[in-house]
Every structure is written in C-alpha cells, then in structure tokens.
Nanobody
Framework: QVQLVESGGGPVQAGGSLRLSCAAS????????LGWFRQAPGNEREFVAA????????VYADSVKGRFSISRDNAKNTVYLQMNSLKPEDTAVYYC????????????????WGQGTHVTVSS
C-alpha cells in the first residue's frame, strides 16, 4: 500500500509558478514510479510527468516539457512538480500517483492515487 497526499495547488496568474508536493508513505519506494496526472473539466485525465524513485529517471508530456520539472526528496519521501511559465490551459486538478508495475506513461499502470489538488491559472 502507498498513501499519497498532494499539496501546493491554488490560483496563479499566467506566467507564474507553483510547486506541487506529494508526500508518500506506506512502503519503501525503491521500486516505485511516482507520477503526476491532471484532469481539466470536461477532459480526460492526462499524463504530465513521472519519475523512477530508484534512479531519478524522469519523463514529461510534450505539453509541459521545458516548463515543468519533477523531482524527489528521498529523505522526505516526497515528489515535487515545479511548474513554471504557467498557462491558462494548465488549469486542472493535479493528481499524484504511484505505480508498482514499472510503467511511467500509462495511467492504467498506476495503482495508487492521491485526492488531487486544484491549480487555476488566470489570464
């Protein structure tokens, strides 16, 4: 079992920055992938970024590449999503998720999910 608690969402103006945090607990994370997904109203949930806990290998969706950065703090068992140059189209509920199945990209492989945190980017 992995428990995930997100924080850091809120309102921000376009061009601004936010850092989301996801605190993980419940089991060792060495073989776990931690990812961020988002879902805007009326849209399907989409992949944003993911990181392998054991080696820090990270991947990003094309829509956020160069603006968002995912990282982890081993001591705090926390994964972060630094979001810069935010755009109104980044407005969504952002979910932290954990996969014990190895895949980074596929939401179906993630077997633990947080409650989500809202990000609203105004123009």
């Amino acid at each position: 079992q992995v428990q995930l608690v997100e924080s850091g969402g809120g309102p921000v103006q376009a061009g601004g920055s936010l850092r989301l945090s996801c605190a993980a607990s419940g089991r060792t994370l060495n073989s776990v992938v931690l990812g961020w997904f988002r879902q805007a109203p009326g849209n399907e949930r989409e992949f944003v970024a993911a990181i392998r806990w054991n080696n820090g290998f990270a991947v990003y969706a094309d829509s956020v590449k160069g603006r968002f950065s995912i990282s982890r703090d081993n001591a705090k068992n926390t994964v972060y999503l630094q979001m810069n140059s935010l755009k109104p189209e980044d407005t969504a509920v952002y979910y932290c998720a954990a996969s014990t199945r190895g895949s980074l990209w596929v939401s179906g492989s993630y077997n633990y999910w947080g409650q989500g945190t809202h990000v609203t980017v105004s123009s």
